[in-house]
Nanobody
């Protein structure tokens, strides 16, 4: 059974940092591209970042230069380091695995940026 479990969300002040983690099981992690998406209140889910099996990365313009995605294949875990957080980064953050058209989603972790 495939499971993606996100953690690391919470309340942080503007300008602060958080690191999200997504631990995978039930997939061959190293063969999956891993992605982060987010959904803010009242908005559609949007792409945040992706890291391929060869560790190439792509970011949404809104987070470029502030967020960093990385993966540890030995731990079957993908990370999202978020720096210089803004109130508009407030959202539920979801992890997604993708391989050959098959996608799996985690349950999400909530990030709130507020003073």
């Amino acid at each position: 059974q495939v499971q993606l479990v996100e953690s690391g969300g919470g309340l942080v002040q503007p300008g602060g940092s958080l690191r999200l983690s997504c631990a995978a099981s039930g997939i061959i992690f190293g063969l999956n591209a891993m992605n982060w998406y987010r959904q803010a209140p009242g908005k559609e889910r949007e792409f945040v970042a992706t890291i391929t099996t060869t560790r190439n990365t792509i970011y949404a313009d809104s987070v470029k230069g502030r967020f960093t995605i990385s993966r540890d294949n030995a731990k079957d875990t993908v990370y999202l380091q978020m720096n210089s957080l803004k109130p508009e980064d407030t959202a539920i953050y979801y992890c997604k695995s993708a391989r050959g058209g098959v996608e799996q989603w985690g349950q999400g972790t909530r990030v709130t940026v507020s003073s």
